[in-house]
């Protein structure tokens, strides 16, 4: 179900620790970790506070699709949590091997709407040792503004971040903020639609047809109708506004936009893509079939089943949100872990 908040400063972080050892905490150079369990993706950062920002050491990411299939049976499959739970365990090892004084791993939209999501977290306590945290959406939201805030394009007008996961997708309208603080949060929004779920709502059959135009269009109509409530508190005739988007979708459709061989992070993170340029894209992906999209470097054989889904939701936004360019961030929910756990510690980011 879709939930709102308007008004409301951005919470402070509440979440449990994974790994807190004293040894740890005493080195001259502490090292945390966040881990993000989505729909779709399990990924890891390892990192260490710098003057004004850390520096990351170890990284890991996989696709494990927990949320195969969870829209049919509201409850995760054995092999989509095996597949997860091998995941973490590699997660589990780098934190040990990167000797992690504080970490935390989180958990979204699958585990919140499967029936067996308690069961799934306490069976990774019990083979990894993580204690994996199942977040409400207004934290999914907040963590990704701390995480991505800085690459909003310059301006005092109002912005919209977003998140397109697995599960669902995440808005947010902020305030500018001040120098490099995190942005006021002024309403936010999360609807049960991101690129696994939205997939399943129509069917593979259907966006793989000969009808895949029509079916595009009923995504991208369900994705704006689930959109309209929050629609109605955005400011109306705004100037200057700004958009940024952190997903594996505007990374991957800026990836097409800049016609890379293959994946370049310091090339798509902070870039600003004109907006009409991403309709194009989407567009253009939306009349493919599957090999088609299969054949583009940066989409491949792994994403090309779901990113037609992500282009519709990302017109869905662009509908409510007509700024004139969309900026990328290859950072999100944990990055804002990261500073979460660093600030608590006293870093100074």
Sequence with gaps: MAQSAASAPLPSSSGRAGIDTTAGRAASRHTYAAIDLGTNNCRLLVARPTDGGFTVVDAFSRIVRLGEG?????????????????ALGVCSDKLRRRRVCLSR??????????????????????????????????????LAVLGCHKLLEPGDGPALIFDIGGGSTELVLVDPGEGDHAPRIKAWWSAPWGVVSLTESEGLAAIEGDER?????????????????????????????????????????ASVHLALPSYDRRAVDGLHVPIAAMRNISTTISEMNFAERSSLPCIGTERADLVVAGCAIL????????????????RGIREGILRSLMARDGHAL
């Design 105 to 142: 791993s989180v958990a979204t939209e699958a585990c919140r709407r499967a029936a067996n999501g308690r069961e799934f977290v306490d069976r990774v306590q019990r083979e990894t040792g993580l204690a994996l945290e199942i977040i409400a959406p207004q934290e999914e939201a907040r």
């Design 213 to 253: 135009v029509p079916a595009y269009r009923r995504m991208r109509e369900r994705t704006r109708h689930a959109f309209s409530r929050f629609a109605e508190l955005l400011p109306k005739d705004a100037a200057n506004i700004r958009l940024l988007g952190t997903s594996g979708t505007v990374t991957t459709l």
């Design 70 to 86: 969870l829209a049919q049976s509201g409850r995760l499959s054995d092999e989509a949590m095996n597949r997860a739970v091998e």
């Design 315 to 330: 017109e869905a936004i662009l509908d409510i949100w007509p700024a004139e360019r969309l900026g990328v961030a290859d």
